[in-house]
């Protein structure tokens, strides 16, 4: 009896898993993101019953005049579909239409008691379905990035990114993708760069929309990710499980040798990673089961963790203990067959230890832990907490209510102030002219480079969110009609440099044989010294964004062969500053969706389909807080003598003459809220067009599809401003002063710009339409054009394979939210559009093109206790660029005032040692190859036990993935050429083995 229980519970895993691969990569009925739907056709006036076994929840329709029946919003699940003769069996995934034919034997796939249709031909949606019981088998990283990058057109983001493991889905930046937990929104605004934790292990199923999605969803120009979670059934369930990837079972990291030949052994690496260790482990236990029989269901998870990292580096070293639980309560309370309630509950407060230490004198990159500083935590996370109502008021007409609320606490620092905070920060280029060695008395050890305003709370957000949605069954016609607004509130608390001052210590070079070099616009002698100095502050405040929008839809199934869509949504945004006043504010956006869907022989084997639609992107907190805020910093060089340098701090207690002027950016003082945005914005917006086909060839379904993608009104800061005086000038206000604006302003660029001036210097504002020419800005431009091919084979004779290869392109002058090229996370206020300069040469393939990816997963019972799978992608390389200082010495007279503010920017033009190049003009990375194989044990003689083994990157592929780009060091003002410019910065993942035990019963 053991033996056949066993057979059975590997197969229904099996066949869970079988469905979802058909799910995966598979277009999609217009559904919403935490149910789904069974409909089909039936005798008129019959009776249809539907039933989920695991809960009781059931019901009863009877079939129309047009001999259809449909049961939308379902809580996903198996369930039993019945019309008095004939009974089915259908998985109920999220966001899936599962098609029932009682009135002929259609060809299906029958999957050890579970059918679904080959092709749904009803559907136009680009989307992948993911079930736990396929993740568990599959050897991927268990976490939302990682299995949505199994989606045809994702790609992994820069790793300088958010946390490391970012997609951008069909060109977009990673910080343009929407991410829902049971229907609720969980994208942190700020920056668009993160989402809201969970405890992985309590994921049902994850669904990934790559395009084509319906007026429901907005806010998002990429992907859209949905994780619905699990819940429990009228039978009581316990387990757990415990993984672990020791470092013992870790390849080493590759170092990066310098190729400065001016450096000693002290300096040799510019990356150094051979001796780092990382030690993961986590568990968890689980309970479910039936409060009330067939009424109130509860699910818990707890999950604990002890991952320990132990890092090295020239000077300093670092551990780094993260023992945090997490956990996530579900409650489903089936107040009748008619009126569902869901409640859910995340916490994902986590608190790290770390422990710095430093070598002792003259010893470098030892490997070991010198002597230790005084410990310290970091904090972040938050909750999560979420309320689902669904309502069928009748057979064909049903309502929903969300209510949902997350809180966030950014890194915080505790103690926020830690030893050396009172020393001003100090380098030291005097030996090392292209690298900076930190000196002085300044935190080194911990790496505490600015101190907090005291006083005054860390930095959080707060989401609170309300979505009403009402659905109506009208003969061919499913109409839906819904609401949703979101109040985001983020915090930020002002920082300073420790010490107040930061100080840069050089010795002057002889550049191309002229004897000395350019310091900021005048000439200094090869040998002598001099000094960089700078001041950097940030305010606090509360900004407030607020999101609406509202959205009608008809799915209106034409004839039996033909589908067609339509939809529109109307989105509304809005963003305050400090004081609470809107500095931005668009009330009516209208994005149009459409679609068809063509059943080409009328039984289900060929589909043809398409979509065309607008979506728009909202404005980031990040915006509120940076252009809206308080930010200001300035430069200044001087002339210094060594003999000056205090023996503690190593900053000069004197200094010489100054060499040339202070240069200033931003202002001490928050900006009016009328001079922040052009009063002609446009909200970020992007056209989309999909032409796609699929096809039933014996045991498998192949597809292919057409993208096309385009931004329209991108939108970014401009932080310069002599354009503005040239505009005055030019209409005779001769008294206007450039400082009555803000340091940084939202337009769209290659438009005319309307903004609040004060040209008469008065302090009377009035909104002047400034000619677009004055600013030499090309129109923001993104396109993503890409051809995609799948295939995928459902579970059958004991293997099952899915995969994909796309053929994309992906250029424009401007990526997106991010800089991925620069690591910049500031979404929507990137450097790319600051000033004219920066466009010149920006147009080219961007960071995310991959020409070619080649990907592929699957799995292969060798019998009822043992199988393998695999998981393959092979891919081409993101282009190369080579970014370096704007020439200020050449273009001074041309800037005007703002030359001052370029002095601060870092080496992030397409001037590269003061010639002008082209974005993606130094060749690409080799091509990734990636291979990841699992070998999963269900022994007979245990029953409930699974264990499991995966190595990823199994052959311990070691491919240069991103190279040093930048070209310049030093500073606009003093630029050098850069010794390590084209030197490799990162590799892939070496090759590292996940053990995992998993135990239910």
Request: proline share 3%; hydrophobic share 30%; net charge negative.
């Amino acid at each position: 009896m053991k033996n056949s229980n066993i057979k059975r519970s590997f197969n229904r895993s099996l066949a869970a898993i079988a469905v979802g691969a058909c799910l995966a990569a598979s277009p999609m009925t217009f559904a919403d993101n935490v149910s789904g739907s069974i409909y089909g056709k039936a005798i008129q006036g019959k009776s249809v019953t539907i039933k989920n076994p695991a809960t009781g929840f059931k019901r009863v329709v009877v079939v129309g005049e047009d001999g259809r029946f449909n049961f939308s919003k379902l809580p996903t699940g198996k369930y039993t579909v019945d019309n008095g003769v004939d009974t089915r069996n259908i998985l109920v995934a999220i966001g899936k239409g599962s098609n029932v034919d009682f009135t002929e034997v259609s060809e299906i796939i029958s999957i050890v008691g579970n059918s679904l249709v080959s092709i749904d031909t009803t559907s136009v949606e680009s989307t992948s379905v993911f079930t736990a019981e396929q993740i568990d088998l599959l050897p991927v990283a268990r976490d939302l990035t990682s299995v949505a990058l199994l989606a045809p057109g994702a790609t992994a983001g820069d790793s300088g990114l958010g946390n490391g493991n970012t997609a951008s889905f069909g060109g977009s930046s990673i910080a343009e993708n929407g991410y829902f937990i049971n229907g609720f929104d969980v994208t942190n605004i700020r920056n668009f760069t993160s989402f809201a934790d969970l405890p992985y292990d309590a994921v049902s199923q994850q669904q990934v929309r790559t395009g084509g999605y319906g007026a429901e969803y907005g806010r998002s120009l990429g992907g859209v990710v949905s994780l619905v979670t699990k819940r429990g059934s009228n039978e009581w369930k316990f387990g757990g499980s415990i993984e672990s990837t020791p470092a013992s079972f870790r390849e080493d990291g590759k170092d990066v040798t310098s190729r400065d030949p001016d450096l000693e052994y002290s300096n040799r690496y510019s990356s150094f990673r051979s001796a780092n260790e990382f030690d993961s482990l986590s568990y968890n236990a689980y309970a479910s089961g039936a409060i009330v029989e067939d009424k109130l269901f509860f699910f818990g998870l707890f999950e604990g963790q002890d991952d320990e990292s132990n890092t090295f580096g020239k000077q300093t070293s670092e551990t780094m203990k993260d023992d945090s639980p997490m956990y996530l309560l579900k409650l489903d309370w089936n107040i009748s067959d008619d009126h569902l309630l869901e409640m859910t509950y995340i916490d994902n407060e986590e608190t790290q230890e770390f422990t710095s230490y430093s070598n002792p004198e003259g010893m470098y990159y030892t490997g070991t832990h010198g002597e230790a500083a005084d410990p310290y935590e970091i904090t972040k996370g938050g909750d999560v907490t979420i309320v689902n109502y669904t309502g069928f008021l009748t057979d064909d007409f049903s309502v929903s209510v969300l209510w949902g609320n997350m809180t966030n606490e950014l890194e915080t620092r505790n103690p926020d102030i830690g030893p050396g905070a009172e020393c001003e920060l100090v380098f030291d280029r005097r030996e090392t002219p292209s690298s900076s060695q930190s000196i002085g008395c300044w935190g080194i050890a911990q790496g505490q480079s600015t101190v907090p305003e005291a006083g005054i709370a860390s930095d959080t957000d707060e989401r609170d969110s309300l979505r009403l949605g009402a659905e109506w069954i009208l003969g061919e016609h499913t109409l839906r009609v819904g609401y949703d607004q979101e109040k985001f509130t983020s915090t930020k608390r002002g920082t300073t440099f420790t010490g107040g001052e930061y100080w840069r210590w050089h010795v002057a070079q002889d550049v191309d044989g002229a004897g000395g070099q350019s310091v900021n616009g005048a000439f200094v002698t090869a040998g002598e010294e001099y000094i960089r100095h700078r001041e950097s502050n940030t305010g606090s405040a509360s900004y407030e964004v607020e999101n609406t929008a509202f959205y009608i839809e008809d799915t209106w199934q034409v004839t039996d062969e033909w589908m067609v869509y339509l939809g529109l949504r109307s989105e509304g945004f809005e963003n305050r500053n400090g004081d609470g006043d809107s500095f931005v504010k668009s009330d009516s956006e209208l994005a149009p969706r459409l679609g068809f869907s063509w059943d080409m022989d009328g039984d289900g084997n060929k589909k043809l389909f398409g979509t065309a639609g607008r979506y728009f992107m909202p404005i980031a907190a990040n915006t509120n807080i940076r252009a809206a805020g308080t930010e200001w910093s300035y430069e200044e060089y001087f002339y210094v003598d060594s003999a000056d340098e205090n023996p503690i701090t190593a900053a000069p207690d004197k200094v010489g003459d100054a060499i040339g002027t202070r240069n200033s950016n931003g202002d001490e003082k928050a900006p009016d809220s009328r001079t922040v945005a052009a009063t002609n914005l446009k909200p970020m917006h992007q056209d989309e067009f999909i032409l796609g086909y699929q096809q039933q060839v014996d045991d498998w379904i192949l597809g292919a599809k057409a993208i096309y993608r385009e931004v329209k009104d991108g939108m970014d800061d401009y932080c310069s401003h002599q354009p503005f005086i040239d505009y005055a000038t030019d209409n005779g206000y001769n008294d206007f002063d450039y400082k009555s604006m803000a340091g940084c302003m939202m337009m769209n660029p290659g438009n005319d710009f309307s903004i609040a001036l004060d040209l008469n210097n008065d302090g009377n504002y009035e909104v002047e339409s400034v000619p677009e020419e004055y600013f030499g800005l090309e129109k923001y431009k993104r396109t993503y054009k890409a051809l995609e091919f799948t295939f995928e084979k459902p579970f059958a004779d004991g293997w099952f394979l899915q995969g994909s290869y796309t053929l994309a392109k992906s250029e424009g002058n401007s990526e997106g939210y991010v800089n991925s090229t620069l690591e910049q996370e500031d979404a929507g206020l990137t450097q790319d559009i600051d000033n004219a300069l920066f466009q010149h040469g920006a147009y080219g393939a961007l960071p995310n093109d991959r020409r070619h990816t080649f990907k592929a997963f699957g799995a292969y019972q060798v019998n009822d206790e043992i199988s393998v799978s695999v998981n393959f992608s092979l891919q081409s390389g993101r282009p190369r660029n080579c970014v370096g200082f704007i020439p200020l010495d050449e273009l001074r007279d041309e800037l005007g005032v703002d030359a001052g503010g370029l002095a601060n920017y870092g080496a992030s033009s397409f001037y590269c040692g003061g010639v002008l190049g082209n974005r993606g003009d130094q060749g690409r990375t080799p091509w990734v190859k990636n291979v990841d194989l699992g070998l999963t044990y269900k022994p007979e003689y245990v029953d409930g036990l699974t264990v499991k083994v995966n190595v990823r990157n199994a052959f311990n592929f070691q491919e240069v993935t991103e190279y040093n780009e930048t070209g310049d060091v030093g500073s606009a003002s003093s630029r050098l050429p850069n010794p390590n410019y084209t030197t490799p910065v990162n590799y892939q993942a070496p090759r590292r083995i996940t053990l995992t035990a998993r135990y239910s019963f």
